[in-house]
């Protein structure tokens, strides 16, 4: 493949002039990567186009949404299905029964569900139900886990965040900021520590079960069932933020991998077949507390919109009704895939480290095992910025950060890991030469 940039390159250099960075989500700049961003114009399956005509296989799948692949007939259908009725109708639809049902079935801790629009709308609003619920200020994050951007959530945030090197976010006020406890992810001493020093103060501990947002990071053993003791322990609120686990690493989550019952959960992309949505869901006796039953005010004009809730139907169904096989399938595969660069690397004589669980994993390039953002942190992103531009050269399309996950779906084929595993081969190759990384 001969890649070509030119209209890409126009479309970047217009769309500057009108949005910030010339992009709506900061990562999709290439600023820690280096090289021409594409401007994706179409996808089927497991392979995009960008504007230039050139092919890749995509493993970002719209950052996990699409573990279907990309315009899956089924989902199509359902999308337009709805759209003849109308995108919106800023009231009740039977669809938002039909989802929520489908959710609660899936996952045994929720009880109840309220849609929102954004996997940020979920957290915060999961958030607020817990300082509602225990009457108390302080919330526990995790270094390098990233929650969405609001405002209490990015201390120590995860995602485009840490590729960006921005500690915090301007416009985050100290005053708010100090009742975010950032503590390091799999260091239970740490939490024991924190809940020692504000003891019946603690509203919640939000968590990524299974992190993706500095890369993918597993629990150590034991680790999730100790938080959800603690947390019991001591009144609080136990949030799992399943935006990027929910129906991806089984079809109930990390929650069911790892059979643990938070008191709220936190869902969005793969619920909404690619299109926007949120949700947060939990115990019945939290969930009152939400209005119009209970004080805690949360709203949303396209909150449970007939679109994304169509979509989200159809994959949903599709994957319950055939889940044995498919998640059997993407875990051969997902094993093939990872394993086939990382041993690429290593014959290339290249420290690269692979995270996997299901079809969600990361090569970190590193010597050392990663399992917290301190050691995350130490990756050579010079190096992993090279690979990522000549695997983008050679047709293949990987999150352009070190700290984000990938994603396989059910359309990807032999031949695309064979593709990719070669791409693989011949990018560790020039990252080899002394001149390519500094």
Same mark, same amino acid.
């Given at each position: ?13 217009? %769309? ?91 996952? !045994? ?41 609001a405002d209490s959530l990015l201390v120590k945030a ?17 005053e708010l900021a100090q009742f975010t406890l950032a ?30 947002? *500095? ?71 939290? *969930?009152? *507390? ?5 004080? *805690? ?8 919109? !007939? ?86 050269? %050679? ?44």
């Amino acid at each position: 493949m001969v890649r070509t940039t030119d209209l890409s390159r126009k479309l970047q250099r217009r %769309a500057e002039r009108v949005i910030p960075g010339g992009v709506d989500s900061p990562v999709r700049a290439f600023r820690s990567v280096g090289g021409e961003p594409p401007f994706v114009v179409r996808a089927k399956g497991s392979h995009l186009w960008d504007a230039d005509g050139n092919e890749y296989i995509d493993y970002i799948g719209s950052w996990g949404p699409m573990i279907l692949g990309h315009a899956h007939p089924e989902v199509v259908k359902a999308i337009q299905n709805a759209a003849v009725n109308s995108a919106s109708f800023g009231a009740s639809t039977p669809s938002e029964i039909e989802l929520a049902e489908l959710v609660i079935e899936a996952v !045994p801790s929720i009880e109840k569900v309220r849609f929102v629009s954004s996997g940020t709308e979920a957290t915060m609003s999961a958030i607020r139900l817990a300082r509602a619920y225990t009457n108390r200020k302080y919330i526990i994050k995790f270094e390098g886990c990233y929650h969405g951007h609001a405002d209490s959530l990015l201390v120590k945030a995860g995602s485009g965040v840490a590729t960006l090197g921005i500690p915090g976010s301007a416009g985050v006020i100290e005053e708010l900021a100090q009742f975010t406890l950032a503590l390091p992810f799999n260091d239970l001493e740490a939490i024991g520590k924190a809940f020692a020093r504000y003891p019946n103060q603690i509203a919640c501990v939000i968590v990524e079960p299974v992190v993706g947002n *500095m890369g993918c990071v597993l629990p150590g053993a034991g680790y999730l069932q100790a938080l959800r003791q603690i947390t019991q322990r001591d009144g609080t609120i136990f949030i799992c933020d399943e935006v990027m686990t929910g129906f991806r690493v089984a079809y109930g989550g990390a929650q069911q991998i790892y059979e643990i019952a938070p008191d709220l959960t936190c869902l969005g992309k793969i619920i909404g077949g690619g299109l926007p949505v949120g949700a947060y869901g939990g115990k019945a006796d939290i *969930m009152n *507390m939400v209005a119009p039953l209970g004080p *805690m005010y949360q709203a949303g004009t396209l909150s449970g919109n !007939p679109l994304a809730m169509a979509a989200g139907i159809a994959t949903l169904k599709k994957l319950k009704a055939d889940g044995t096989r498919i998640y059997a399938e993407l875990e051969r595969k997902s094993a093939l895939l990872a394993n086939g660069v990382a041993a690429a690397a290593k014959d290339a004589g290249l420290p690269v480290n692979v995270n996997r669980l299901g079809s969600m994993f990361t090569w970190f390039f590193t010597d050392q095992p990663v399992h917290d953002w301190e050691t995350a942190a130490k990756c050579d992103t010079a190096a992993f910025g090279a690979f990522h531009r000549a695997m983008l050269d %050679a047709g293949v399309f990987l999150p352009p950060s070190q700290f984000e996950a990938a994603f396989l779906s059910t359309a990807h084929t032999e031949e695309d890991l064979d593709s990719t595993i070669a791409a693989a081969n011949n990018a560790f190759k020039t990252i080899k030469q002394p001149s390519t990384v500094g």
